[in-house]
């Protein structure tokens, strides 16, 4: 292993790498705070919003609240960081990820950002290396291109273009993770799908259900993320699909019904076919393949956490939690962001 995270580091606190977290309140970025915290080294937790450090642990942890939109506030954020881990995307609004393709803000944020992270992060003038950059990408970057694909993934397609580019400069050494979508958090298909089983909602698809996507816990995402620093020489320049696993939207909405019903002792919800909405995309209706031999190979990366473990998971959280805001549905989105999200959003 050669990247930032190579066993020998520093025992000395002040000498140890600095990893710096952009995005580190949201569920992904919890997640990436947790794995790293077992590592000796220096976090630097970077959100808008308040949210606490990881308990114990054996990294010294610094929590910094900031809004990376400010004039100055990337640059120091990322100060003297050795690897930095870029998580922040702009998905808000009941159309998430949808919402870029109108929202003026989101591409400031999700190339933006990016851009200002490679100005700071540029190598220094001495000749010697600029930190990794890890940038948190999605599957639907690596579509064909074309109108098929959303604004969000062409930002997240322009943002890659950015780092790899600034990477074959030698500016900074960086790679691109292209995530699926993660299960096991506050947010995406499986817990909205689990609020309207438990609440005895059908559940419904634009399609006949065997549309194939990839999932992937979120502990399993975080652990891609300390994989890839640990081998950053070796990923250095890639965009790298991670991979999950693969199932028929219609099993997984079944397999949530299923599980639902364990909790609430009745039958299991119908998962059923609606016509799409006039918003819906050519890239709904068609399977996402991936191929992840590269980054398994590279770094020995596997799922660990089984679909099924980790929908009861979900499914057993959203029964314990507390009700829906009120004005909101059972899911409390839209089932067009629940489909695609695949990379952290802030706070």
Known sequence: MTGPLSPGSERDASRRPLVVVLGASGYIGSAVLRELS??????RAVARGPFAAPAGGRAVTEVVRADLTEEGAVAAAVDGADAV????????GRGAWRSAASDPAAE??????VRDVLAACAAPPDGGPGPVVLLASTNQAADGGGPQRSAYARHKAAAERLLLDATARGAVRGLALRLPTTVGSEAGVAPAMARRALAGETLTLWHDGTVRREFLDVADAARAFALAL???????????AVGGHAVALGDLFRTIADSAARHTGGPP?????????????TGDFRDLDVDSSLFRDVTGWRPGVPLRRAVDSVVAASATASATAPGRGADGLDQPRLLHQGVAREG
């Open 269 to 281: 919800v119908p998962v059923l076919s609606v016509e799409p909405p006039a918003y819906a995309e």
């Open 230 to 240: 640990d081998h950053a020489a070796d990923l250095d320049g890639r965009a790298c």
């Open 108 to 113: 400031r944020v999700n190339v933006g950002l």
């Open 38 to 43: 077992r590592r000796r080294i220096r976090l």
């Open 85 to 92: 881990i870029h998580l922040v995307a702009h998905m808000t």
